[in-house]
């Protein structure tokens, strides 16, 4: 086995995303085009990894740098500027690349290659031969042909040079090789551009390979998907729902069922129990892990989530769990219109209802706020009834505090907890009171204007004019 070095380029401009962000910067599936390499790459145990970057370089960089490396070698940036081609981007890599081992050319804005493809280019490759990863377009304009002598390649002509007759070609040259170092570097110093772009072109190291007598190898897909270049926002949308079918089908096979593939988004890892349920246009981010028979209804967003065996998200749901995470209990029932923000945390049989917001708040079992309520920062106990309209008032202009409301406490509808403040065991808080003090176990605690009855009351009548 010789050692793998990847070159990723990411230098070019995107002209066609006409955004500010650079192109490899664009997300499919939540994560950057650029990310989805990376992560691929992590997967091969190279050596060394060297992203070239020009357009936004330094926005690049500190992008990559932010991602978790998931056993990747820390990867080395070299600057291509000016973007003079292909072959002038890897000519860039030279000074960082040793000169033993072989090279693998990667596509920053190509997001779906997989590991097992690229393992198959490498073994071709065996740390001897020039391999090319090819694939059969329907329709290959703009692509560099593969030419053919027999079953040898001889040449990659890019398409703005081609003869008719070559255009002809339906193979094209996806934009990955692989190709041992040294030969990779004499290669390169040897290119030019005289071509109808006036660019160096690395795929014209195909010609001095064949004219020095070495092994030029075409290795084909089938899998168009994965040799997918992103060019613009429609080339990107459509790869994002190719991307997203295949994780449909994937989440499918293991026996998730998912009201409509082609309206469901994982944007991050979605894990599933045994007999999953998913409505149609459900968003999932992040890593969300549904257990055993849990329902997820129509058109519910959920981020950074784990909710146990049994529960039920109703409808129009949005569930973020951001850095903190929520957690939902089994048999939980949510929502319609539920709202559970970060350090949500859940017992077993909570009832969380409509235009409900959760907040760093943990309800024990049984616990059930089922209309037009907050809950922000507070432990909540069993079989707490919260009624609609409550709030905790958790904040006083410059700190939050908390609020306790123990076992069996009923809350009555549009009630203010003014924290800090707890609500002792069995107590009931009287509708519409503002609590500012502790109550004590068992008590009916009121806090609201007396009542006052003023007996025939007459109205105001209108002025005769
Ligand atoms: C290239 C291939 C073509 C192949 C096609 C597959 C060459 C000369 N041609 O074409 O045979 O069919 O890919 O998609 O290689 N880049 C830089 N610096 C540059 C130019 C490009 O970093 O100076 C990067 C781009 O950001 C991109 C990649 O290289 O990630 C490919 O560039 P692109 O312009 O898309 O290549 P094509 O000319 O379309
Ligand atoms: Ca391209």
Redesign the pocket.
């Known amino acids: 086995m010789t050692a793998v070095d990847v070159v990723?380029?990411?230098?070019?401009?995107?002209t066609r995303m006409k955004s500010r962000l650079p192109?490899?910067l664009h997300r499919l599936a939540g994560r950057a085009l650029l990310q989805h390499v990376v992560a691929c790459v992590a997967r091969l145990q190279a050596r060394r990894v060297v992203v070239?970057?020009?357009?936004g370089a330094e926005q690049v960089e500190a992008a990559v740098a932010g991602w978790p490396n998931d056993g990747l070698p820390v990867p080395v940036f070299v600057r291509?500027e000016?973007?003079?081609?292909?072959?002038?981007?890897v000519q860039q890599a030279v000074p960082v690349l040793p000169d033993d081992g072989t090279t693998l050319v990667l596509?920053?804005?190509?997001p779906l290659i997989e590991a097992a493809t690229l393992q198959k280019v490498l073994d071709a490759c065996g740390g001897k031969r020039l391999v090319l990863l090819s694939v059969d377009m329907d329709d290959p304009s703009?692509?560099?042909?593969i030419l053919r002598s027999g079953e040898a390649v001889s040449a990659?002509v890019?398409?703005k040079d081609a003869t008719e007759e070559q255009r002809q070609i339906r193979e094209?040259?996806?934009?990955f090789m692989a190709v041992p170092n040294a030969l990779l570097k004499r290669w390169l110093a040897r290119l030019d551009n005289n071509n109808a772009?006036k660019?160096?072109?690395?795929?014209?190291i195909v010609k001095m390979a064949v004219g020095e007598g070495a092994e030029v190898v075409a290795v084909k897909t089938a899998d168009k998907v994965q040799?997918d270049?992103v060019?613009s926002p429609a080339q990107l949308a459509d790869l994002e729902r190719a991307f997203q079918l295949r994780q449909a089908r994937a989440l499918m096979e293991e026996g998730v069922r998912l009201a409509d593939p082609a309206r469901f988004d994982v944007r991050g890892e979605l894990v599933c129990g045994q007999d999953v349920e998913i409505d149609v246009n459900c968003v999932f981010e992040g890593r969300v892990s549904l257990g055993d028979n849990v329902r997820i209804g129509a058109n519910c967003v959920i981020a950074n989530a784990q909710i146990a065996a049994g529960a039920v998200i109703h409808p129009f749901s949005h569930i973020d769990g951001e850095k903190l995470g929520v957690r939902i209990g089994e048999g939980a029932l949510i929502g319609p219109f539920a709202r559970l923000r970060p350090g949500a945390d859940l017992g077993a049989e909570v009832h969380i209802g409509n235009f409900v917001e959760v907040k760093n708040a943990t309800l024990a079992r049984g616990a059930k706020a089922n209309h037009l309520a907050y809950l922000g920062d507070a432990t909540v106990g069993e079989r707490v009834n919260y009624g609609a309209g409550a709030i905790t008032a958790n904040y006083d202009g410059a700190n939050k505090h908390r609020t306790v409301i123990e076992d069996d406490v009923h809350i009555g509808s549009n009630s203010v907890l003014v924290a800090p403040v707890t609500i002792a065991r069995g107590g009931t808080v009287g509708a519409s009171s503002t609590i500012t003090k502790d109550t004590p176990a068992g008590a009916l605690s009121v806090a609201r204007g007396k009542q006052v009855s003023i007996p025939n009351w007459e109205r105001p009548k209108k002025k005769a004019k």
């Open positions: 990723v380029m990411a230098a070019g401009k995107g192109k490899v070239v970057t020009g357009n291509q000016p973007q003079l081609g292909t072959g002038h981007a596509n920053g804005d190509v703009g692509y560099g042909r990659i890019e398409h094209v040259y996806t934009g772009q660019e160096y072109y690395l795929t014209d040799v270049g060019n």
